[in-house]
Structures are given as structure tokens and as C-alpha cells.
């Protein structure tokens, strides 16, 4: 099974955060800024999960994991919401457009790498 998870966010430093916990983990994470550039990079390489971002610039995250689940193989990649919200209305949207875990920032390394290992392995 792939180790690779898409990891998206338009902070620069929060990826990277992500990004270092993962690899140090065995994972190998490829970045991508927002959802437009998450689909760019899924349409060459399915990977094993995506943690991905709400607010971000060109495709917020409902509308890359809608998109992402209209695509061929992303039926079975689970897909991980991150985000400063925690409002019941905006998890209900991410959930009904297919994230199957919620995380709220700030985040905890382990808490997060606990959540990719169940999903992923």
C-alpha cells in the first residue's frame, strides 16, 4: 500500500509541519497550497489519504474533496478535514462531501499521526 498522503493547507508552515511529522513517520507527504493544486497533484498519483485545510484561496476543501470524490480511485482514500472551525454545520458539509475524520488546529503531532495510522496503516 502507497505511504503517500496529499497534504494540503496555504500556510507554508503548517504544511511543512504536517509534512515533517509525516515523513518522520515513514510517510511520504507531497504538498499542495490549495484544492485546485491538491486536484493537479491527485490526477497523476492517488495517494493513500489527504489531511486538507477548510479556508484556502482558488478551491476551499468541500469543494477539492467534492471533486475528489467524483474522481476514478478516490473511493477508497480516506480524507482527513483540518481546520480552525469546529462548528457542527461545517462538519456536517465536510462529512456529507466525503472527509472521513476531523481534526481542529492547533493540532497535536501524535493525536495526528494516531489518525493517519488508522486510516492509512
Same mark, same amino acid.
Given at each position: 500500500?502507497?505511504?503517500?498522503?496529499?497534504?494540503?493547507? !496555504?500556510? !507554508?508552515?503548517?504544511?511543512?509541519?504536517?509534512?515533517?511529522?509525516?515523513?518522520?513517520?515513514?510517510?511520504?507527504?507531497?504538498?499542495?497550497?490549495?484544492?485546485?493544486?491538491?486536484?493537479?497533484?491527485?490526477?497523476?498519483?492517488?495517494?493513500?489519504?489527504?489531511?486538507?485545510?477548510?479556508?484556502?484561496?482558488?478551491? !476551499?476543501?468541500? *469543494?477539492?474533496?467534492?471533486?475528489?470524490?467524483?474522481?476514478?480511485?478516490?473511493?477508497?482514500?480516506?480524507?482527513?478535514?483540518?481546520?480552525?472551525?469546529?462548528?457542527?454545520?461545517?462538519?456536517?458539509?465536510?462529512?456529507?462531501?466525503?472527509?472521513?475524520?476531523?481534526?481542529?488546529?492547533?493540532?497535536?503531532?501524535?493525536?495526528?499521526?494516531?489518525?493517519?495510522?488508522?486510516?492509512? *496503516?
Amino acid at each position: 500500500m502507497s505511504r503517500q498522503i496529499l497534504v494540503v493547507d !496555504d500556510s !507554508d508552515s503548517v504544511r511543512r509541519l504536517i509534512s515533517s511529522t509525516l515523513r518522520m513517520a515513514g510517510y511520504a507527504p507531497v504538498e499542495a497550497t490549495d484544492g485546485q493544486e491538491a486536484l493537479d497533484r491527485v490526477r497523476s498519483a492517488m495517494p493513500a489519504a489527504v489531511i486538507t485545510d477548510q479556508n484556502m484561496p482558488r478551491l !476551499d476543501s468541500i *469543494g477539492f474533496i467534492q471533486a475528489f470524490r467524483r474522481m476514478p480511485g478516490s473511493a477508497g482514500v480516506p480524507v482527513i478535514f483540518l481546520s480552525t472551525e469546529n462548528a457542527d454545520a461545517l462538519k456536517q458539509k465536510a462529512r456529507a462531501a466525503g472527509a472521513i475524520g476531523w481534526m481542529t488546529k492547533p493540532f497535536d503531532d501524535q493525536k495526528l499521526l494516531g489518525v493517519v495510522r488508522k486510516v492509512v *496503516g
